[in-house]
């Protein structure tokens, strides 16, 4: 780390293991099972709200040892992460027959100005689970304004 010390949160580490493990076994398994074994992948559902929490305590600590201005701030999590998301989307609107549909171009457009979690249709376009890389998307765009009322507070 160019010299400069850092602690690392081994809670948060595990949390956030925890939370893709849950996530995955509910992914794999629940569709297959029933009853009480059902009701207890459920809980990989609560790993994304973990998940996406141990993130936010990243961002805000990775702030905290080296701060950006907002747009240094986004061009970084704009080339790291939109970008891909954006690639991954366009090879998929490529292939035909995955997620036929017969408003693809809406579907596309809805990734790429990230509003496809507000149109039901769409939500699961190119992949049901690309809602949660536009969804951290979102919250990197509101970062700014946390941070702000964070600082207003007095910290």
Known sequence: MSGTEYK??????????????????????????SGLLNRALAFGGAGVHVFILCSG????????????????????????????????ILISALI????????????????????????????SSFGGQMWFVSTIIQFYLAWPLVLRLFNKRGG
């Open 8 to 33: 690392r949160y081994e809670l948060v580490d595990f949390l956030k293991g925890y939370s893709i493990f849950t996530i995955v076994l509910m992914h794999l398994l629940q569709p297959s099972v």
């Open 57 to 88: 305590f990243g961002l805000f600590y990775s702030y905290l040892r080296k701060p950006l201005g907002y747009g240094s701030f986004l061009k970084r999590r704009f080339t790291k992460i939109y970008i891909p998301y954006i690639l991954v």
């Open 96 to 123: 035909p027959f995955y997620a036929p549909s017969p408003d693809k171009w809406g579907a596309l457009l809805s990734h790429v100005f990230l509003f496809k979690m507000f149109v039901p249709k769409w939500e």
